[in-house]
């Protein structure tokens, strides 16, 4: 017998947040989520995106065990944003089973219906400030610090249920060792030309992070305003992103542009996490996954470009190519092998051809889907 059941009781969202363990317990290529982020972003009391919006959660259990996961999703601060009716579907997860995936998405649709929402996409987790997309192309690695995992079945799954694409969120692989020379010198002669306009380049001022982290905000919002499903972030979300950042961040890998004074591009670049996460069983810290990740910290070889953009007037300079080859550089100081510049919507020419420029290929893909339900 197959029951949906909401998540009501402290004990269902641990059963909520540890059901991935479970499903993918024999996947190599899993990494567990850390618990207490994840109890800390579901969490009503405790959640910053639960403070203007609300999501419901809701297991599927058959014949007394827990086969799925799912979150229904009305963010009011998107549809203040862009005008449109719609809600999200997130933290999907699920066996290999149409009828558990039906009940799971009727559920998280029903629910977005009696809110008066038209129509439906995903998966995001909640947002697309946070984790977002299925995968769909390379499912032989472990995915990098803050993007998603699934079994290659889930499009089957969504498809079958009368998702249709919206877009395809892509990843690059940058390779240290084939960096040419060239692309380093071109990016230092336009770091050299925008300072003859008075736009400079500077690392992050670990001493005034919370003042950096104020400073990210503004520049963030505007650069991925035309983004697919953006939603501003909030001061609060923004500072818990910080938080849970702060302890990992490599400060030679913060840049910020600034002319006159003012902030006007960002480019946030932290270490692959996942490298050790990998590792923490069932996400838990205590008593020892944090130890593996303070002596692990030093032993990470791969990078992830988390966020890269400028404000609309100053896009086309050449400022992105610069942050670039700043984290090229870098890299190449520090050891580091590879790094995922990710995600970029496949339709964003100008960053696309960006990375193109300096090597980078893609070799993963997500996607978010789109459905009516009007």
Not at 141 to 161: A, D, G, H, R
Request: glycine share 6%; with cysteine.
């Amino acid at each position: 017998m197959l029951e949906i059941v909401e998540v009501k009781t402290k004990k269902q969202l641990t059963q909520f947040i540890d059901f991935p363990h479970d499903l993918y317990k024999d996947d190599p290529n899993y990494v567990p989520m850390i618990f207490m982020e994840q109890e800390a972003l579901l969490n009503p009391k405790k959640s910053p995106f639960l403070k203007h919006s609300e999501a419901i959660y809701y297991l599927a259990i058959k014949d007394s065990k827990i086969v799925g996961r799912i979150a229904s999703i009305k963010n009011n601060n998107h549809i203040q944003f862009s005008g449109k009716q719609e809600g999200f579907f997130g933290f999907f997860d699920v066996i290999n089973d149409y009828e558990v995936a039906q009940a799971l998405l009727s559920k998280a649709e029903s629910w977005l219906k009696s809110k008066g929402l038209i129509s439906i996409q995903g998966p995001a987790n909640f947002s697309t400030n946070e984790t977002v997309g299925v995968l769909i192309e390379n499912f032989t690695e472990p995915p990098f610090i803050m993007n998603t995992y699934n079994f290659p079945y889930y499009v089957e799954l969504l498809e079958k249920y009368g998702f249709k694409k919206s877009t395809d969120l892509l990843c690059y692989e940058l390779i240290t060792a084939e960096m040419p020379e060239e692309v380093i010198a071109i990016g230092e002669r336009i770091e050299k030309r925008l300072a003859e306009k008075g736009i400079t380049i500077r690392k992050i001022n670990m001493k005034k992070f919370a003042e950096e982290i104020n400073n990210f905000l503004p520049v963030y919002n505007e650069s991925w305003a035309e983004n697919t499903g953006f939603v501003p972030m909030t001061a609060d979300e923004v500072r818990q992103i910080g938080k849970d950042l702060k302890p990992i961040v490599d400060k030679d890998f913060i840049y910020f542009a600034e002319k006159d004074g003012k902030i006007i591009g960002v480019s946030l670049t932290v270490p692959n996490l996942n490298e050790i996460q990998i590792n923490i069983k069932r996400g838990r810290l205590l008593p020892f996954g944090v130890f593996k990740i303070l002596f692990g910290l030093k032993k990470i070889k791969s990078l992830r470009v988390l966020a890269l953009g400028t404000l609309k007037e100053y896009r086309r300079m050449g400022i992105d190519v610069c942050f670039y080859v700043r984290n090229i550089k870098t890299a190449k100081e520090k050891g580091i092998i590879r790094s995922e510049a990710s995600w970029i919507l496949e339709h964003n020419t100008m960053m696309n051809r960006a990375l193109e420029h300096i090597n980078g290929k893609v070799y993963r893909k997500y996607r978010i889907y789109e459905k009516s339900i009007a």
